[in-house]
Nanobody, 124 residues
């Protein structure tokens, strides 16, 4: 059973930064492609970023490119999402997910396991 637990969300002013963490069960990060998605109030969920376990390929959505960085620490079984230059449009619940596909997918149905989410609120 793969367990994913997000943390690091909170309230931040526009222009600020947050780092989200996704703690996983043992060896998940080194054997699954890991992704981050978000869902803003009243909107559909959207892909944010993903990192492959086999190719170390990273894929970041255009909406956050240059501001968000995904990384992983295999020794800590943790995936991170560093978010800089935050704007109110980044306000959402952020979800960590794990996929068995070797190349980072950007669609939610390609992910097998999901965390409960962490709230990020950016004030103007």
């Amino acid at each position: 059973q793969v367990r994913l637990v997000e943390s690091g969300g909170g309230l931040v002013q526009a222009g600020g930064s947050l780092r989200l963490s996704c703690a996983t069960s043992e060896r998940t990060v080194s054997t699954y492609t890991m992704g981050w998605f978000r869902r803003a109030p009243g909107k559909a969920g959207e892909f944010v970023a993903a990192i492959s376990w086999i190719l170390t390929t990273r894929y970041v959505d255009d909406s956050v490119k240059g501001r968000f960085t995904i990384s992983r620490d295999n020794t800590q079984n943790t995936v991170y999402l560093q978010m800089n230059s935050l704007t109110p449009e980044d306000t959402a619940v952020y979800y960590c997910a794990a996929s068995s596909r070797p190349s980072p997918p950007s669609t939610s149905y390609e992910y097998n396991f999901w965390g409960q989410g962490t709230q990020v609120t950016v004030s103007s």
